[in-house]
């Protein structure tokens, strides 16, 4: 029993370790290989001159409520709001650096200095009323109140003005949603949205969804509230896709999500395929996805399962359920890059007993009859990467591997399926695949 007890207590420092790791200095990630073999024009091509510039002003999307310490230094605390925000925030990459530097400096294995993100303006444009929206009694029926519609819409409007002034300066076209995990301020979640737009090319308007993730405290008690705040991010999530795949002009949307934020992201995406699929309507007709990526996700693998499969598996829900393997949404993917060696994800395996993490499966914890019905789906790929750690956890290897942040802007940037040459993977079940030479 002592030695249990022992073996426990070590779990829960190491947890506080883990759970105490976020740092709001941060440097610009390591360059992606791709862009180290390849000739530099690839890497920004086809930008607008307006934007070639080292600062980048990035979309952002709420319910964290307002900053009250003015010495802060973030404008969104941790706190929840009951009225989701949006605006915009800049991310400021390297200090007097000009674009000419900051785009060879970008593409160099071993950079000549380091490349500070700081945070810089952020503007709040709009912010849709309090929930829950007001009644009126009429007669025998309750109503939404007119007022508080009249100010649903104006949002709304402001929101879609906002978002089609950005789609027409991308050159793709396509809008790129950063869902942030635990231990995140507003801040480290600009900074994460900022390195993956800025490596993808600069060529999609770029949107984060921040929310109340607990980033002081007591690390134990703050994962707690955060997994309770995640759920109660869900419906705004849910709103925000549903705004952003409504909006006229978007030819796709990308949604990455890290760590919580996968399951948040993936409660919010079970809810709309649900909607839909009683409506009766096609899921990929009001949403646009491309590609759905689940980056480390602190995620139950059960969990997983049953949100994928929310609409096969219930009938009385919807009745004559099926999804197009071709045609709409020929062009979706969901994607998910896991780790056996992600000890930040020891945390959860310690507070919820659940030691089949999705973030931290091998290609063989995947039952096969799993794999064999997703494979029947053609939209499913795992990808585990069994390298070595190159950040503190091997938490967020999608961005400091520089192997693996390639692969994800081949996959997001270039639209080339696991199987092409350009990506260096190895298939090893019918939805399985592992990096071919882990660095």
Same mark, same amino acid.
């Given at each position: ?9 070590? #779990? &829960?420092? +190491?947890?506080?370790?883990? *759970? ?53 230094? /973030? ?8 009225? =989701? ?19 060879? %400096? ?12 700081? +945070?810089?303006?952020?503007?709040? &444009? ?42 027409? %300066? ?25 390195? =993956? ?39 705004? =999530?849910?709103?925000? &896709? ?12 990308? /949604? ?38 689940? +980056? ?30 071709? #045609? ?21 395996? &310690? ?30 790929? *795992? ?24 692969? +994800? ?17 190895? %298939? ?5 695949? /592992? ?5």
């Amino acid at each position: 029993m002592q030695n249990k007890v022992k073996r426990g207590t070590r #779990g &829960l420092a +190491l947890a506080a370790i883990l *759970l105490g790791a976020c740092s709001t200095e941060r440097s610009l990630m390591p360059t992606p290989l791709l862009y180290q073999d390849l000739d530099p024009r690839v890497f920004f091509r086809e930008i607008p001159a307006e934007r070639k510039r080292p600062d980048l002003e990035l979309l952002y999307i709420t319910d964290r409520a307002p900053q009250k310490d003015p010495d802060a230094g /973030v404008p969104y605390g941790q706190e929840r709001s009951r009225s =989701l925000a949006f605006g915009s925030t800049v991310v400021r990459m390297g200090e007097d650096l000009d674009w000419s530097e900051l785009e060879q %400096q970008s593409q160099l294995p071993q950079r000549t200095e380091k490349i500070r993100l700081q +945070l810089g303006t952020t503007t709040e &444009l709009g912010r849709f009323p309090t929930e829950p929206y007001g009644v009126v009694v009429d007669g025998p029926r309750l109503r939404r109140s007119p007022g508080v519609m009249r100010q649903h819409q104006e949002m709304q409007d402001r929101f879609s003005r906002e978002l089609a002034r950005r789609l027409a %300066q991308a050159p793709s076209g396509e809008v790129l949603v950063y869902v942030h995990g635990f231990n995140e301020t507003f801040a480290t979640a600009a900074y994460t949205t900022a390195e =993956l737009c800025h490596f993808l090319g600069r060529e999609d308007v770029c949107t984060f969804f921040t929310w109340p993730a607990s980033a002081t405290g007591n690390p134990l008690i703050s994962y707690t509230s955060t997994t309770e705040s995640a759920a109660f991010a869900v419906a705004h =999530l849910k709103k925000t &896709l549903r705004a952003i795949g409504r909006m006229p002009g978007v030819k796709g949307i990308h /949604v990455l999500a890290h760590s919580r934020g996968a399951g948040l992201t993936m409660d919010a995406l079970s809810q709309l395929g649900v909607e839909s699929q009683a409506r009766g309507t096609s899921f990929f007709t009001a949403i646009p996805l491309r590609n759905v990526v689940l +980056l480390s996700p602190d995620l139950d693998t059960d969990v997983a399962a049953q949100r994928i499969g929310a609409g096969v598996s219930d009938p009385d829900l919807v009745p004559d359920w099926s999804v197009h393997r071709d #045609g709409q949404g020929d062009g979706f993917r969901m994607t998910t890059y896991a780790s056996p060696r992600d000890r930040a994800l020891l945390i959860s395996r &310690l507070l919820f007993r659940s030691y089949r993490r999705v973030g931290r499966v091998r290609p063989e914890d995947m039952p096969r009859e799993m794999q064999d019905l997703l494979a029947k789906w053609g939209r499913f790929d *795992l990808i585990v990467y069994e390298g070595k750690k190159t950040d503190a956890f091997g938490h967020s290897f999608f961005t400091s591997n520089p192997v693996v942040s390639s692969d +994800l802007v081949q996959l997001i940037r270039f639209g080339k399926r696991p199987g092409h040459p350009d990506r260096p993977l190895r %298939q090893v079940g019918p939805v399985t695949w /592992v990096f071919d030479e882990p660095r």
